[in-house]
């Protein structure tokens, strides 16, 4: 009976022709047909690319023959060396016990091994021991040419990052990275979309509708991976959050640093300068405006407003009314939207939810902020544009304690490796200094702001909803829509202006009077209806849930006046802006007289 032979075909660099694919199988090969050798190839399990140092069970094509589907078609392994199978004593064993439990053989043919003989399995493992032996030399080899790269300052392997083309430094002593023009200018012109708040989608929408092609389509255009790019958030953000883009040199994603701790850079002039990087990281990290509170949702309140009844958020949801044809009248269709209560439209839950149409509740919220605060020149607090050391600091001391430690415990004893531990304590102990320096800037900072030049109706009038969506957040500002708070009113809200009015008044913005407490309403009950008596019991809550509401924002006001009153730079104080129509002039008032 003919034994079934298995040919087992490694290799590590395609371009190594001693161990090259074919050469290995016409071995397998003409051992098979040898004179008097009765046995056949039933299959060939070739792993290119694939490391001596991955264990046979787990290589991509050799693996499955040892699975219960496959293991039972063959009877012998043929490898032409010990090496193509294994280069790890412990792995190698763990074949042979393995083949030794299920009646296999395992035969090297250019060696000459039999496994089936006590004799074969000697020489087997003493081959498998040189073997993983000359993988470690290979290994040691390797690093101390990627170390020998990195401290030049060159590029070690790989593709051309994100905009990027390699240039030679001199013969053999490798390349560095130099920008393209156009993908320099298209990084600066992202992250300054990023820094001015537009969203990821947005940015992402505009490239793809430019036919801005992305980076892998250039560098492999041939790839299925290529052919299927396309710019979307997560590419956007991984492309900003790489410290490539700022020139900075990394290795198995941790940025490499000198002997004094300082990062080393791989090209003279990155795509973005070091202060640009980080604050665009900083931006990307900041959860109020990219965080989890971003909404799948484009629509500009959601997200932003909630339910003044339960509140639950609202959700954008669209409507169709048909119409039927008529007499001469031809058939129609009526397409309209409306914000509702999300948690009634899915639990039921909401006694009286708020609902109403697009068009009203956003034209009503536009109208009011632009009349109240659009003339108001918008303030950044200026450490949120500072890199916050924090993080580095922590790591760093973690770092120097680990080393310290691993020194007391004699991992550095020999005069190299002493040599070695003092040049990582030098290196780590200048950077943990530098990040204090970095870290007194940014705590001395805080509280402060700055103009940055625009009014906030110029921020507003410059956006689509889902920017104007992000803005909101990033602001802090939250409507509370209520359905008929007043007997004639279908709806109300309740706008708390957060961190906008909090901004001015911290860098000593004059606001109007009646935004000292940061609160506008519409449509909602005052003081006046209360007296009055014409509300039922539900609008008389939601009266006197309105009057809490700016009462505690006031407090919160005055608290946030004091504290500014001890420091901060000044601005030219802003015209106070006045109401236009008599319905919210009404409104005014009788909220300033609840808290005359």
Sequence with gaps: MNQRVLGSLRLSVETDDSTAIPRQRDHIQHWVDAPGREAEIIGWATDTDVSGGLHPFKRPDLGKWFTDDYKDRWDVLGVMKIDRLSRRVAHFSEVVQWCQQHGKVIVSTQEGIDMSTPMGKMFAQILAVFAEGELDTIRARARDAVQTRLAAGAWVAGLAPFGY?????????????????????????????????????????????????????????????????????????????????????????????????????????????????????????????????????????????????CGGPLTKAQFTNRYPAVGDRPARENHYSRYKCSKHAVHGSCPRAAAVNTSDLEGEFTRLFLEHMGHLPEVRELESNLYDP????????????????????????????????????????????????????????????????????????????????????????????????????????????????????????????????????????????????????????????????????????????????????TLPAARSKTNTTDEHQQQVSGDDQAHA
């Design 165 to 309: 083309e390699f240039v030679q430094v001199g013969k053999g002593k490798g390349k560095r990275l130099q920008p393209l023009d156009h993908y320099k200018e298209l990084a600066e012109e992202i992250a300054a979309k990023v820094l001015d708040g537009q969203s990821l989608r947005s940015i992402s929408r505009d490239l793809e509708g430019r036919g801005e092609p992305t980076w892998l389509s250039l560098i492999q255009p041939n790839s299925k991976r290529a052919q299927l790019s396309r710019w979307s958030n997560s590419s956007i953000r991984g492309v900003l959050l790489n410290p490539k883009i700022a020139g900075l040199y990394t290795y198995k994603g941790e940025i490499v640093e000198d002997d004094e701790g300082n990062p080393r850079m791989i090209a003279d002039e990155p795509l973005l300068d070091m202060g640009t990087w980080h604050r665009v990281v900083m931006r990307l990290r900041d959860n109020r405006s990219f965080g989890g509170q971003v909404t799948k949702s484009r629509a500009m309140l959601v997200g932003v407003a909630a339910c003044g009844g």
């Design 390 to 569: 924090s993080h580095d600091i922590t790591a760093t001391r973690a770092r120097l304690d680990r080393l310290k430690a691993d020194f007391a415990a004699g991992k550095y004893d020999g005069e190299e490796k002493e040599e070695i531990y003092w040049s990582l304590l030098n290196s780590q102990t200048a950077k943990l200094s530098r990040l204090r320096v970095l870290h007194a800037e940014y705590e001395r900072s805080k509280g402060k702001f700055a103009a940055t030049g625009r009014t906030f109706a110029d921020i507003w009038n410059s956006r689509d909803d889902e920017g104007k969506q992000l803005f909101l957040k990033e602001h802090r500002v939250k409507i509370l829509v209520y359905r008929d708070p007043l007997p004639d009113k279908k709806f109300g809200f309740l706008m708390q202006l957060g961190d906008v009015t909090r901004m001015a008044r911290a860098a000593h913005v004059e606001v109007p009077d009646d935004l000292a407490h940061g609160v506008i309403t519409f449509n909602l009950p005052t003081k006046e209806h209360l007296r009055d008596r014409s509300l039922d019991a539900r609008q008389v809550r939601i009266g006197l849930d309105v009057i809490d509401s700016i009462e505690a924002a006031l407090r919160m006001a005055a608290e946030e006046n004091e504290r500014s009153r001890m420091g901060g730079h």
